[in-house]
Protein backbone atom coordinates (compact mmCIF):
# COMPACT_ATOMS: atom_id res chain seq x y z
CA UNK A 1 0.00 0.00 0.00
CA UNK A 2 1.03 3.43 -0.85
CA UNK A 3 2.02 5.96 1.87
CA UNK A 4 -0.23 8.80 0.89
CA UNK A 5 -3.53 10.77 2.15
CA UNK A 6 -5.39 9.11 -0.83
CA UNK A 7 -7.87 6.32 -1.01
CA UNK A 8 -6.24 3.51 -2.12
CA UNK A 9 -7.24 0.73 -4.80
CA UNK A 10 -6.20 -2.29 -3.54
CA UNK A 11 -8.03 -4.94 -5.55
CA UNK A 12 -9.94 -5.80 -8.82
CA UNK A 13 -13.19 -5.33 -6.93
CA UNK A 14 -12.34 -1.92 -5.66
CA UNK A 15 -11.50 -0.93 -9.15
CA UNK A 16 -14.61 -1.80 -10.52
CA UNK A 17 -16.97 -0.21 -7.38
CA UNK A 18 -14.92 3.22 -7.59
CA UNK A 19 -15.67 3.48 -12.06
CA UNK A 20 -18.89 2.33 -11.07
CA UNK A 21 -19.88 4.75 -8.82
CA UNK A 22 -17.95 8.00 -10.06
CA UNK A 23 -18.39 9.49 -13.11
CA UNK A 24 -14.99 10.83 -12.98
CA UNK A 25 -12.14 9.29 -11.54
CA UNK A 26 -8.62 10.15 -11.53
CA UNK A 27 -6.25 7.30 -10.71
CA UNK A 28 -2.64 7.32 -10.11
CA UNK A 29 -0.55 3.99 -10.28
CA UNK A 30 2.99 4.25 -9.40
CA UNK A 31 5.38 3.80 -6.59
CA UNK A 32 7.25 5.59 -3.43
CA UNK A 33 9.35 7.13 -5.95
CA UNK A 34 10.57 10.78 -7.22
CA UNK A 35 8.67 10.96 -9.66
CA UNK A 36 5.31 9.59 -8.19
CA UNK A 37 5.55 12.02 -4.93
CA UNK A 38 4.47 15.23 -6.72
CA UNK A 39 1.67 13.15 -8.32
CA UNK A 40 0.08 12.46 -5.26
CA UNK A 41 0.65 15.46 -3.39
CA UNK A 42 -0.73 17.11 -6.25
CA UNK A 43 -4.01 15.01 -5.98
CA UNK A 44 -4.21 15.59 -2.03
CA UNK A 45 -4.08 19.37 -2.58
CA UNK A 46 -6.69 19.27 -4.86
CA UNK A 47 -8.88 16.97 -4.48
CA UNK A 48 -11.11 19.52 -1.78
CA UNK A 49 -11.51 21.81 -4.92
CA UNK A 50 -12.89 18.82 -7.34
CA UNK A 51 -15.75 17.57 -5.56
CA UNK A 52 -16.86 15.58 -8.07
CA UNK A 53 -14.09 13.63 -8.93
CA UNK A 54 -12.74 10.57 -6.88
CA UNK A 55 -8.93 10.89 -6.31
CA UNK A 56 -7.63 7.50 -5.77
CA UNK A 57 -3.92 5.80 -5.64
CA UNK A 58 -2.87 2.42 -6.85
CA UNK A 59 0.68 0.35 -6.12
CA UNK A 60 1.93 -0.16 -9.17
CA UNK A 61 3.18 -3.58 -7.80
CA UNK A 62 -0.04 -4.14 -6.04
CA UNK A 63 -2.70 -7.23 -7.45
CA UNK A 64 -4.90 -4.65 -9.15
CA UNK A 65 -2.27 -2.75 -11.04
CA UNK A 66 -3.07 -4.87 -14.17
CA UNK A 67 -6.77 -3.10 -14.64
CA UNK A 68 -4.54 -0.10 -15.24
CA UNK A 69 -1.00 -1.36 -16.65
CA UNK A 70 -3.84 -3.22 -19.21
CA UNK A 71 -5.04 -0.32 -20.82
CA UNK A 72 -4.27 0.22 -24.28
CA UNK A 73 -3.60 4.35 -23.61
CA UNK A 74 -0.78 3.54 -21.39
CA UNK A 75 1.03 0.70 -23.74
CA UNK A 76 3.12 2.90 -24.92
CA UNK A 77 4.33 4.40 -20.72
CA UNK A 78 8.10 4.26 -19.82
CA UNK A 79 8.05 6.54 -16.85
CA UNK A 80 6.07 6.41 -13.41
CA UNK A 81 3.54 6.77 -12.49
CA UNK A 82 0.51 6.04 -14.65
CA UNK A 83 -1.86 8.62 -14.25
CA UNK A 84 -5.44 7.79 -15.87
CA UNK A 85 -8.45 9.74 -16.29
CA UNK A 86 -11.95 8.05 -16.48
CA UNK A 87 -15.14 9.37 -17.44
CA UNK A 88 -18.13 7.22 -17.15
CA UNK A 89 -15.93 4.28 -16.67
CA UNK A 90 -13.82 5.06 -20.04
CA UNK A 91 -10.61 6.85 -20.16
CA UNK A 92 -10.66 10.22 -21.22
CA UNK A 93 -6.78 10.75 -20.86
CA UNK A 94 -3.56 9.39 -19.11
CA UNK A 95 -0.43 11.01 -18.23
CA UNK A 96 3.11 9.29 -17.94
CA UNK A 97 5.84 10.72 -15.54
CA UNK A 98 5.50 13.50 -13.30
CA UNK A 99 3.04 15.81 -13.48
CA UNK A 100 2.87 19.62 -11.89
CA UNK A 101 -0.73 20.46 -10.09
CA UNK A 102 -1.14 23.08 -13.50
CA UNK A 103 -0.91 19.88 -15.53
CA UNK A 104 -3.19 17.99 -13.44
CA UNK A 105 -5.71 20.82 -13.33
CA UNK A 106 -5.93 21.20 -17.14
CA UNK A 107 -7.11 17.80 -17.75
CA UNK A 108 -9.40 17.80 -14.72
CA UNK A 109 -11.03 20.73 -16.29
CA UNK A 110 -10.81 20.21 -19.95
CA UNK A 111 -11.73 16.15 -19.40
CA UNK A 112 -13.55 15.74 -16.01
CA UNK A 113 -14.76 18.22 -13.99
CA UNK A 114 -17.79 21.25 -14.08
CA UNK A 115 -16.86 21.63 -10.53
CA UNK A 116 -13.72 23.10 -9.44
CA UNK A 117 -12.67 26.12 -6.58
CA UNK A 118 -9.97 28.01 -6.34
CA UNK A 119 -6.81 25.57 -5.21
Known amino acids: MLNTNLEH ?13 NENVMICCGRQGPMCLPVYDAMEKLEDS ?3 VAFRDMSFDGPAAHN ?9 FTGLPFT ?3 KNGEVVAATTS ?22
Not at 9 to 21: G, H, N, P, T, Y
Request: zero cysteines; charged letters at 35%.
Open 50 to 52: YTD
Open 98 to 119: IQKKKQIREILDSKLSAVAKAA
Open 9 to 21: IESDEAFDKVLAE
Open 84 to 86: VYF
Open 68 to 76: IKGLPEVQS
